[in-house]
């Protein structure tokens, strides 16, 4: 089994920026596509980034592109979200999540959460005004 443990959350003013990292442990040297989500109180999960397996491709929700950069270190089996120009609407928690090479392709960024095998706790990350 695949554990996924987020860090790096915090309180931070508009305009900051936060690295959240992602570790994954049990069997995380066969994960596929890996991605981050975030929901804020009362709203549904939405999807922020993911990347493929290999590192090559990369997808962003709209709102953050430009602002938001995700890596993997597959070496370290750790997943990275460069948080920059922080907006007060970025307030949320973040989860990380994971595919497992069953019924994915190796080089398709999955952005929905359902083809999300495996799922972190999340971290706070809440943006000031």
């Known amino acids: 089994q695949v554990q996924l443990v987020e860090s790096g959350g915090g309180l931070v003013q508009a305009g900051g920026s936060l690295r959240l990292s992602c570790a994954a442990s049990?069997?995380?040297?066969?994960?596929?596509?890996m991605g981050w989500f975030r929901q804020a109180p009362g709203k549904e999960r939405e999807f922020v980034a993911a990347?493929?397996?290999?590192?090559?491709?990369?997808t962003y929700a709209d709102s953050v592109k430009g602002r938001f950069t995700i890596a993997r270190d597959n070496a370290k089996d750790t997943l990275y979200l460069q948080m920059n120009n922080l907006k007060p609407e970025d307030t949320a928690v973040y989860y990380c999540?994971?595919?497992?090479?069953?019924?994915?392709?190796?080089?398709?960024?999955?952005?929905?959460?359902?083809?999300?095998?495996?799922w972190g706790q999340g971290t706070q990350v809440t943006v000031s005004s």
């Open positions: 999540a994971a595919c497992s090479p069953a019924n994915h392709s190796i080089v398709v960024v999955y952005t929905r959460g359902e083809e999300y095998d495996y």
């Open positions: 049990g069997r995380a040297g066969s994960l596929y596509s």
């Open positions: 990347i493929s397996r290999i590192g090559i491709g990369t």
